[in-house]
Each structure stands twice: as C-alpha cells, then as structure tokens.
C-alpha cells in the first residue's frame, strides 16, 4: 500500500469543477506533485510545489494544500482532462519518494 | 527542450538481470536529479531510484539490494540495473528528470517508457 492515499475514481461533468486529492502524512511537511497520464503514453507534470504550472499547462489546473491533504482542481473541466492522476511527493522520513495510487477521472 | 529516451532489451528471464539506458538531450546530466520509475500493466507508478549530479544514489526500500543506477557525463546518460528479476519486475520502465526543493520533489520531464517483459 502506498503512503499516499488517492480516490480511485472520480467524475465530473463537461465544464464543471473537480477536485481530486492525496492524503498523506508526509503532505505535512512537503507539497503534493501531480501528474497527468493518458493511455499509452507517459505522465506529464501539471502542478508542483505550492501552487505552479509547469510552461503549456492550463490555468484551469490548480493545486492547493491542507494539513495532510494535497488536491489538484481542475476548474472547467473538457474533455481533454479525462485521464489518470497521480500525486507524487517525498514519503515520511523524507528520503524516499512515493506515488499515491491514482485517480481515474471520467468527464461525462 | 529536454528530452529523454529510454533503451534497452524488452525481453529479460527470470533470475537475470534487467539493464536500461537513459540518453539526455536539451540538458547537462551535471545538474538535477535523474530518476527511473516504473508501471506494471494496468497499475500505477513506483519510483525506483535516482542519482544526482554529484553521482549520490538512492533507491526505493523495497528494491535496495537489488537496484543500481549509475551516470556515463561523457555520454549524457544514466542507467538501470535490477538483478534477479522475477514477473513482478515486468513493467513499462520510464526514466525522469527530477528538481528538488526543501518542500517538494517532482519529476518535470519523463521519457516515452519502455515495456520490459519478464518470461523464460
């Protein structure tokens, strides 16, 4: 089991907002990276450190922090965003990185 | 624009070991951090392990003993070997450019990835 806990599924409709998030002792002391994957191909960094878009990425894409919760938003979700979710930060003891286990996210 | 590609056999038996080659474009390997993770078909991802630039490793606890990664700077390239490998190492192996900050660690460029399958 990994040390960051994610929903497995979430959904939202065309254009409404979705946030999908990473619990995690370690996300008390360090932020959550997320990362979007579509089949067949590799993930793609969107957010990172307290709140940051890699060049290319929507502003629709958000990341905030809450005591031992990470969450990315998408806000106006398109179809595009459909995809697997994956938050990433260092683990516990702060040496090793981890992987929550991802979300899948269906835009209806 | 850095890019990054993964080589290697796509074919590894059982007990041998896996070996992977990472090349770098569009950056010095002298700086960041240089990370293998992988994904078994239909699952999610597991960090492996990373060398820095000044060549210190780390590696995942549930594969230290069995995990290398090294740096060729004359080539631009890091690599990966796994010994002993079993079905459970079967995966799509993809190696990362990571930035490391006192808060946060993320992986801001990946290669393509490659299937490695394990089977005699």
């Known amino acids: 089991s990994s040390e960051l806990t994610q929903d497995p599924a979430v959904s939202v409709a065309l254009g409404q907002t979705v946030r999908i998030t990473c619990q995690g002792a370690?996300?008390?002391?360090?932020?959550a990276s997320w990362y979007q994957q579509k089949p067949r191909q590799a993930p793609v960094l969107v957010i990172y450190?307290?709140?940051n878009r890699p060049s290319g990425i929507p502003d629709r894409f958000s990341g905030s922090s809450s005591g031992n919760t990470g969450s990315l938003t998408i806000t106006g979700a398109q179809a595009e965003d459909e995809a697997d979710y994956y938050c990433?930060?260092?683990?516990?003891?702060?040496?090793?990185?981890?992987f929550g286990g991802g979300t899948k996210l269906t835009v209806l | 624009q850095v890019q990054l590609q993964e080589s290697g056999p796509g074919l590894v038996k059982p007990s041998e070991t896996l070996s992977l080659t990472c090349t770098v474009s569009?950056?010095?390997?002298?700086?960041?951090?240089w990370n293998w993770i992988r994904q078994p078909p239909g699952k999610g991802l597991e960090w492996i392990g990373y060398i820095s630039d000044s060549g210190s490793t780390n590696y995942n606890p549930s594969l230290r003993g069995r995990v290398t990664i090294s740096l060729d700077t004359s080539k631009n390239q890091f690599s990966l070997k796994l010994t002993s490998v079993t079905a459970a190492d079967a995966a799509v192996y993809y190696c990362?450019?990571?930035?490391?900050?006192?808060?946060?660690?993320?992986?801001?460029?990946w290669g393509q990835g490659t299937l490695v399958t394990v089977s005699s």
């Open positions: 370690s996300l008390k002391n360090y932020y």
């Open positions: 990362a450019r990571a930035q490391s900050t006192r808060l946060n660690f993320y992986f801001d460029y």
């Open positions: 990433n930060s260092r683990d516990s003891s702060g040496n090793n990185l981890v």
């Open positions: 450190g307290r709140n």
């Open positions: 569009g950056d010095s390997i002298s700086s960041s951090y």
